[in-house]
Structures are given as structure tokens and as C-alpha cells.
């Protein structure tokens, strides 16, 4: 029998080895990567079954990763496993087309039990938090800040780089696209939220959770 296929995505490399070591005897470890890019083009080249994920990650988060991963790997199941035990991050893990969402503190067995729920069909949410899908309650609407600022999601990539740091030239590599289009996206962001300034720009990424504070500065 096939063992499921999992391809591993965290920041932390403790973290990563320690869900490696726990994972590797029952599931086929395919890759581990750490950050959101680099999930998106591990993903299309690995060929996962399952994702398993964080929220905070550099170079895009989590959540926009699920964004890309949902349109583009319909069949991939995504589950996260991150810090964040607020329910409104796990409305928006499942909005943006989640299928399970577990703790780092979380039990091994609680993990593994996941996994194999998301394989067959399923949903799963950790039992250390106590979440009821809201059915589409706007209330639950604003763990990355989408409902409320209304921004593309390429928009969003390129404010979540620019509060990383990022410049221009950096952005413009990573996103594949050029530095005169960069400054365009810039522009519109600062005119959608109403901000003068990239210092803003980065309060406002941490406020709305599009970066986490650990995160601030990632530099290349």
C-alpha cells in the first residue's frame, strides 16, 4: 500500500526535524521546506498529498500559500500546525482552503490522527481549541486583514516583503515580475490603506497578522 505523500513547510528547522523524526516511519516524507515560495514551488514539482504547514513564514505566509495551493492543487490537502490558538486564525486557515488545523503543542497521535482524517475526506481542528465553523460570520473575517482592506492577493505578497525588508529589486526577483510593476503594487497599497510611508506599511502588516512581530525583519 502507497504511503501518503507529505511535504513539510516551517521556518524553524528544530521544528522541522522534530516533525520529520516523528512522521517519517508511517508517511513518505517527500521535502521539507521554509518558506512560503518555496512551498508553492516544491508543491508543483513534488506532487504532495499533504501539506502540512505554518502560519508565520517568511517571503509569503501560510495563509496566501493555502490561497495559491487551494486554487491551483485542488486535490493537495492542507493542514496547518502553528502557535496561533485564536479562532479567527482558524476561520481564515479554513476560508483560505484548509482541511486541518493543529497546535505545535499539540499530541503526536493527535498529528497522525490529522493526517489520516484529511486523507479521507475530512476536516479536523485540534481539541485544544474549542471552534465551531462560523458559516461565514464577517466578525471572523479579519486574521490576515483581507475583508477589511480589500487587497489583491499579489498586493498582499508584495506588502508582507516590503514589511520583511525586502526591496524593490529583491521583490521584483521573487515575484518574477519588475521593479517598475513592484513600485506600481507599492502605490496601490499605500493609496488602498491610505499610507504614506514603508514604516507604516510594516505596523500595518504585523497589526492584521500579515507578518508575525517574530518575523520582523527578515533580511536576505
Excluded at 38 to 66: F, K
Excluded at 126 to 141: A, P, Q
Excluded at 183 to 198: M, P
Aim: with cysteine; net charge negative.
Amino acid at each position: 500500500m502507497r504511503r501518503t505523500r507529505l511535504l513539510l513547510a516551517d521556518d524553524h528547522t528544530l521544528v522541522l526535524a522534530g516533525i520529520r523524526k516523528l512522521l517519517e516511519n508511517e508517511f513518505e516524507l517527500v521535502g521539507v521546506v521554509e518558506d512560503g515560495q518555496a512551498l508553492l514551488r516544491a508543491a508543483e514539482r513534488l506532487q504532495p498529498d499533504v501539506i502540512l504547514l505554518d502560519i508565520s513564514m517568511p517571503l509569503l505566509n501560510g495563509i496566501e500559500a493555502c490561497r495559491h495551493l487551494a486554487r491551483s492543487m485542488p486535490d493537495v490537502r492542507i493542514v496547518f500546525l502553528t502557535m496561533h490558538a485564536d479562532e479567527v486564525y482558524v476561520e481564515e486557515a479554513f476560508r483560505a482552503g484548509g482541511d486541518g488545523y493543529l497546535l505545535k503543542r499539540s499530541a503526536v497521535a493527535e498529528l497522525t490522527l490529522a493526517i489520516h482524517t484529511v486523507m479521507r475526506g475530512g476536516k479536523y481542528v485540534t481539541r485544544l481549541i474549542d471552534w465551531t465553523e462560523s458559516g461565514g460570520d464577517e466578525g471572523h473575517r479579519n486574521a490576515m486583514g483581507e475583508a477589511s482592506v480589500g487587497l489583491t492577493s499579489r498586493q498582499r505578497e508584495v506588502l508582507q516583503l516590503v514589511a520583511e525588508g525586502k526591496a524593490n529589486k529583491e521583490i521584483a526577483a521573487l515575484l518574477h515580475v519588475s521593479e517598475k510593476t513592484v513600485d506600481y503594487h507599492k502605490y496601490c497599497i499605500k493609496r488602498a490603506l491610505k499610507i504614506g510611508s514603508t514604516a507604516e506599511l510594516t505596523q500595518f502588516a504585523i497589526k492584521h497578522h500579515i507578518i508575525g512581530i517574530e518575523e520582523e525583519p527578515h533580511k536576505s
